[in-house]
């Protein structure tokens, strides 16, 4: 959260999303007062046009209602009682129902129905085709006692699919009605220019459409004053549905206005903002985000990844950044320059530091006894006046393989074979010295003969077990087992001496097993052991261990990595 591509981020949405939402908010609400206005308008049209159909439906009613009683024809033929008297009476209803029908220009049929006269009466327009006034004439005759019709205000009839608005008046059973079809009811809207593609149409109350609508996928429609998406030629598109109810009959005046043209309607500098929203949404913003992640963000990635690798100790990285600006190159120069020298100055110490410690790693090989020498040439002196010169030869060559290994032997690390085989000179040198009362004895793995060891890691312990484990007679008794072994989750080997002498005093004992009085400044005793922990300590940086107990005498156990540490083997060894 505190990284700069966050707040890089964070500060640009601060500024740009407020804009956004501000000009996206101005073009919606443009939108909105547009479609408002423009719904408003429609409304006042359709609302003025179906005033004018109600008020010509109620005029019709009205003269429906007066003929039915005023008018003597529809009496006359009633109670004639003659068929001259009944031919006169129909002549003189179709001649008065003709000319009325000229005057009502909305109305496509006028029709009499007088049951008990068996007579059915019908004038109408030229514009209804025979077919029809033959299903006006059924409809009426097979429903006049019925309740499909109601005889009380304006209803739409479905007759053979097609759609009829009616009114029936009824009175001592006759009925006298006119009827108009729904598209010609239509027939005013359509001599206005509404504009393209505006389609204006009648539905029943449930929304059902009852005049057709030309490549206009719609049978019935159910929302009021909102936007509708249809489909028009096999294409979507939305549109601004705007309705009113008729007063005097079961139907609704319908416009739909394409959205499109709603939009045109916008002033010039809006529909501009709607571009400039588009350009700034879908290029601008995404054009500066690519920018800040190219030219800052994964530049900064880079140093950052770079420098993580530095802090985990990785100093042969070097910062690859392609030229972005001159900060950056600045920062790339000095931040490699500055690896640079950290690495040559790194060789320069490390190099100081490998010499210190070779130094005194050999001055703590080279800590050894004299009293070794004193008493292997005091044997020799012995041997000489018991002139048992075998003896004596075996006793030359183990001080000579002896003393090669110590004086010419400048490596930290030598074969465990090799040192076996120095020990084995060791203690046959010891046993001459002890008159054969030291025993020992060695078990080693041949799999591990080519192990590296450093040197006299044995023998500094069996000098110790010689040297403080003898019994009461004189006589030491020395083992050594070598094997395979685990510490601290690695491989290593596990190198135990044992001896059976009295063991180490308490206060040794706490002393080799504490790093902290590893090595103390005072007493010169057990200066050997302490040597083989400082070198290890300084070989191994941890990794081996030394472990000095009691069983039945001194134990020692001494675990050594089976891989010392590549750089000490390549610049030490």
């Given amino acids: 959260m ?19 939402i501000l000009l996206l908010f101005t073009n919606i609400y443009a939108v909105f007062l547009v479609r408002t206005q423009v719904s408003e308008s429609y409304e006042n049209m359709v609302a003025l046009h179906l005033n004018q159909v109600d008020t010509a439906l109620t005029d019709v009613e009205q003269y429906l209602s007066l003929a039915i009683y005023y008018e003597d024809s529809l009496q006359a033929i009633k109670k ?12 003189s209803l179709k001649n008065k129902l003709t000319n009325d029908i000229l005057v009502y220009k909305t109305v496509d049929c006028f029709f009499a129905y007088l049951p008990e006269a068996d007579t059915f009466l019908s ?47 009824r009175s001592n059973n006759m009925y006298l009605g006119a009827c108009i079809q729904m598209e010609s009811l239509k027939t005013p809207m359509t001599l206005v220019d509404l504009g393209e593609n505006i389609y204006t149409f009648f539905t029943d109350r449930s929304g059902s459409v009852l005049t057709p609508l030309n490549n206009l996928d719609l049978e019935s429609i159910h929302e009021e004053n909102s936007l509708i998406k249809l489909t028009q030629n096999g ?44 350009v700034l949404c879908f290029i601008i913003i995404p054009a500066y985000l690519i920018f800040i992640n190219k ?33 950056f190159e600045i920062v790339k ?34 800590q050894q006894s004299p009293h070794f020498l004193i ?52 203690l046959r040198i010891q046993k001459m010295s002890m008159k054969d009362k030291l025993t020992y004895s060695f078990t080693v793995p041949d799999f591990l003969d080519d192990t590296p060891v450093p040197p006299l890691v044995v023998q500094t312990f069996l000098e110790n077990a010689i040297k403080y484990s003898a019994t009461e007679d004189g006589s030491v008794a020395i083992s050594v087992n070598i094997d395979f072994s685990e510490y ?58 030394i472990r000095i107990s009691n069983s039945d005498g001194a134990k020692i156990e001494i675990y050594l990595p089976v891989s010392p540490d590549i750089n000490i083997m390549r610049k030490l060894f």
């Fill in 123 to 169: 004038v109408n327009k030229n514009s209804m085709e025979y077919r029809k006034r033959d299903q006006i004439s059924i409809f009426v005759q097979n429903n006049a006692d019925t309740d499909a019709i109601d005889f009380d205000s304006w209803k739409v009839y479905t007759i053979e699919d097609s759609h009829y608005l009616m009114r029936i008046i």
């Fill in 235 to 278: 294409k979507k598109a939305n549109y601004q549905f705007v309705s009113q109810s008729s007063s005097k009959g079961d139907f609704k005046l319908n416009v739909l206005i394409p959205e499109k043209n709603t939009l045109n309607y916008l002033p010039h500098i809006l529909r501009f903002s709607f571009v400039i929203l588009f």
């Fill in 375 to 426: 008493n292997s040439l005091n044997i020799l002196y012995n041997l000489s006046g018991s002139k048992d010169y075998k003896l004596i030869e075996e006793m030359t060559l183990c001080m000579i393989r002896y003393y090669r290994f110590i004086y010419t032997n400048h490596f930290n690390f030598v074969l465990l074979k090799d040192e076996i085989s120095h020990c084995e000179d060791y």
């Fill in 488 to 545: 601290k989750q690695e491989d290593c080997i596990k190198i135990i001496v044992k001896d059976n002498g009295n063991g180490f005093p308490e206060d040794c004992l706490h002393m080799f097993n504490n790093t902290e009085k590893m090595f103390p400044q005072k007493k010169s005793e057990h200066m050997g052991i302490k040597n083989i922990q400082r070198r290890m300590a300084l070989l191994y940086k941890g990794k081996s261990d």
């Fill in 295 to 327: 030219d800052i963000l994964l530049p900064l990635k880079s140093l950052v990844a770079s420098m993580k690798k530095v802090k985990n100790g990785d100093l042969n990285v070097r910062i690859n950044l392609k030229p972005t600006s001159d900060e």
């Fill in 2 to 20: 505190n990284s700069i591509r966050t707040k890089l981020i964070r500060s640009f949405l601060f500024f740009a999303v407020p804009i956004v």
């Fill in 80 to 91: 004639s009682q003659s068929d001259m008297s009944s031919n006169l009476a129909r002549i």
């Fill in 333 to 366: 120069e000095t931040f490699n320059n500055m690896l640079t020298q950290i690495q040559d100055l790194q060789i320069s110490v490390q190099h100081e530091k490998n010499t210190a410690l070779k130094e005194e790693l050999y001055r703590l090989q080279m």
